[in-house]
C-alpha cells in the first residue's frame, strides 16, 4: 500500500469529487453524534489527514496512521494549527505493536478495506486498539449496490445480491501490472467478521447514493448533499450505495 501511494497524487483524486468528499463528511459527522465522548482517537490509513477536521474537535488527541511517507509530510503541513494531533508512519498489521493497546476510544478507518485482502485483518487491529466499548468508523466498497445489482440482473444473474464472493474490479491490464487491489464486498461478509471480532454494528449509512455525472453538473451542490443527508439512513437498509459506513462498537 505504502509504494502505490508514495507514487499517487491523491490529493489531486479529490478535484472535482466535492460532493463524494462531503457525503462522507455527513456520515461521519452523524456517526459521531452517537458518541458520547472521546478521549483517543487513531484514524487508521489516514492519508493527507482529509477528515481529520471533522472528528479532531471531539477529541484530547487523534494519532493519524498512515504507511505512506509522502502523505503523512502533507498531512503534517496542512493540519499543523492541531496541537492534539500526532503522526504514525505504520501499516495496518503493524500499527499494534506501535502504540499501546486498548488505548483507543476511536478507531477511524476511511477507503481502506477495499485494499485489503482479508477485511479480518481490520477488525483484529481494531479490536486490539480499542478499550472496551470503544468504537470504529469504518467504510468499505460494496459489492451489491443499486447499479451492480441491475447490470447484474439484465444479464440473468439474480443471485447476484446473494453471492457473498468478493469481486476485484481492476482491469485486466491492472491485474496484469499487480496494481494495487481493489475489491468490494458484500455487506453479510464484513457482518460475519465484525462479529467474529467481538464487534455489533450501531448503524450503517448508504453514502454517495447519488454519484452521477448529470445530477452532479446540473443541480446545485447543496441540493444533492441535502438529498444525500436525507437518503443515507433509509437507503442503508437496501445496501443503495456504492460506499456503506459502518458505527460499530466492542462489546464489553
Known amino acids: 500500500m505504502s509504494a502505490f501511494y508514495d507514487s499517487y497524487d491523491y490529493t489531486s483524486y479529490w478535484n472535482g469529487r466535492e460532493y463524494e468528499h462531503q457525503s462522507e463528511v455527513i456520515a461521519?459527522?452523524?456517526?459521531?453524534?452517537?458518541?458520547?465522548?472521546?478521549?483517543?482517537?487513531?484514524?487508521?490509513?489516514?492519508?493527507?489527514?482529509?477528515?481529520?477536521?471533522?472528528?479532531?474537535?471531539?477529541t484530547k488527541k487523534t494519532i493519524l496512521s498512515d504507511p505512506s511517507l509522502g502523505l503523512l509530510s502533507i498531512a503534517k503541513k496542512r493540519l499543523s494549527k492541531f496541537k492534539n494531533l500526532e503522526f504514525?508512519?505504520?501499516?495496518?498489521?503493524?500499527?499494534?505493536?506501535?502504540?499501546?493497546?486498548?488505548?483507543?476510544?476511536?478507531?477511524?478507518?476511511?477507503?481502506?478495506?477495499?485494499?485489503?485482502?482479508?477485511?479480518?485483518?481490520?477488525?483484529?487491529?481494531?479490536?486490539?486498539?480499542?478499550?472496551?466499548?470503544?468504537y470504529a468508523i469504518f467504510e468499505f466498497a460494496n459489492k451489491i449496490h443499486f447499479k451492480n445489482v441491475v447490470q447484474h440482473a439484465m444479464k440473468g444473474d439474480f443471485g447476484f445480491v446473494n453471492n457473498r464472493e468478493t469481486i476485484d474490479i481492476r482491469s485486466k491490464k491492472s491485474k496484469k501490472n499487480k496494481t494495487i487491489a481493489f475489491l468490494n464486498y458484500h455487506p453479510g461478509v464484513i457482518k460475519d467478521e465484525l462479529l467474529k471480532h467481538n464487534f455489533e454494528v450501531l448503524?450503517?449509512?448508504?453514502?454517495?447514493?447519488?454519484?452521477?455525472?448529470?445530477?452532479?453538473?446540473?443541480?446545485?451542490?447543496?441540493?444533492?448533499?441535502?438529498?444525500?443527508?436525507?437518503?443515507?439512513?433509509?437507503?442503508?437498509?437496501?445496501?443503495?450505495?456504492?460506499?456503506?459506513?459502518?458505527?460499530?462498537?466492542?462489546?464489553?
Not at 452521477?212 to 442503508?236: G, H, M, V, W
Open 28 to 58: 461521519l459527522s452523524e456517526f459521531l453524534t452517537k458518541i458520547k465522548s472521546i478521549d483517543r482517537a487513531i484514524e487508521v490509513g489516514g492519508g493527507y489527514g482529509r477528515l481529520v477536521p471533522y472528528y479532531i474537535y471531539r
Open 88 to 134: 504514525l508512519q505504520s501499516t495496518l498489521e503493524n500499527v499494534n505493536d506501535r502504540v499501546k493497546p486498548k488505548s483507543f476510544d476511536l478507531v477511524l478507518m476511511i477507503r481502506v478495506m477495499h485494499h485489503l485482502k482479508d477485511p479480518g485483518l481490520a477488525f483484529s487491529a481494531f479490536e486490539k486498539l480499542l478499550t472496551p466499548g470503544g
Open 203 to 252: 448503524e450503517m449509512r448508504s453514502v454517495s447514493n447519488i454519484r452521477s455525472p448529470f445530477l452532479k453538473k446540473y443541480l446545485p451542490k447543496t441540493l444533492l448533499l441535502e438529498i444525500e443527508r436525507a437518503l443515507q439512513k433509509p437507503l442503508s437498509y437496501v445496501y443503495f450505495g456504492p460506499s456503506i459506513f459502518v458505527l460499530a462498537r466492542k462489546k464489553g
